[in-house]
């Protein structure tokens, strides 16, 4: 190794930890087997990713449906589910509907959180979901119809008390909380409820009044200090949603080729393997190691390329008599009799 790189060497072994397959560059081959729970196994990183689950919750009109869709629009080249929490609204007894308006639509129990629950969870393990359509005129399912949604790399579970309950909570990979101005919550329902939900403006007034307002107080505030981010004004927040976006982007990893052809392995990244791509790309850094950084990526591939190889497992006795006892390169060339 150049001296001028001992350092620099040295924090990036310390930070990094054993490399991806299992093997330490250069090092004793004393490090965890590709078993150890420190590093994954190819299996692992190549085993097909569990969705984004984002939860985007705030008070009714607060802008939550806008924001979702303008995340899902900037998120077109991934598959983006959007699930709303008012799908899962409870049906109503018939007594329930005729005294319509004393029902309290915003209290937890209004919704029918288990089978929420398994909307999610289903989703998240890869398989389509019949979610319920909601009739917000008539206050109840559609009893025949339903809405297949399919598996997705992000689903968005949307909703005023999406953050309400734990369990809920758990499955989310993120949490967004819109925050927006009570007064202009009310008036925005107003306008909706009477042009799209079928109300009147006394109705929404009162219900406001009743059980809006209370239950925002009491179930909603609460539960934004859950939220990872606040959007302030909602889907007026172009740079909130762009960072959220970014961040989206980042955590889903840029890896499409892998869509296209199964059979490309991304070789994760590490603190190690990003600090050497680093050096090399640094103007100033001399030719000698260049080379030297260059020579571990280029090993780093071919042994990754050879451990997806089929192999039989072979037992091997070194020249000097000690079983076990060799360099990350004689491992690769020993322990794995190609076919
Ligand atoms: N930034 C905005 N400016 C003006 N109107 C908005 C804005 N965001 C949402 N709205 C309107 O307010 C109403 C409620 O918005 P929506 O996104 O459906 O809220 P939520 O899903 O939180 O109930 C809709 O009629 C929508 O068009
Ligand atoms: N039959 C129903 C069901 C729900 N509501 C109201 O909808 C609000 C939640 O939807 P947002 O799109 O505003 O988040 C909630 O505040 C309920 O009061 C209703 O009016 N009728």
Redesign the pocket.
Known sequence: MPEATTSIDYVMEKASGPHFSGLRIDGPTSSPPASSATAPSVADVNAPKQPFVIGVS?G???????VCDMIIQQLHDHRVVLVNQDSFYRGLTPEESERVHEYNFDHPDAFDTEQLLDCIKTLKSGQPYQVPIYDFKKHRRCSDSFRLVNASDVIIL?GILVFHDQRVRSLMNMKIF?DTDADVRLA?RI??DTVERGRDLDSVLEQYAKFVKPAFDDFVLPSKKYADVIIPR???NHVAIDLIVQHIHTKLGQHDLCKIYPNVYVIQSTFQIRGMHTLIRDRGISKHDFVFYSDRLIRLVVEHGLGHLPFTEKQVVTPTGVLGIMNSEALVHFCYSMH
């Open positions: 705030g009714t009109a607060s802008g939550k449906t806008t949307e819109v925005r306008r909706r909602g889907g007026d």
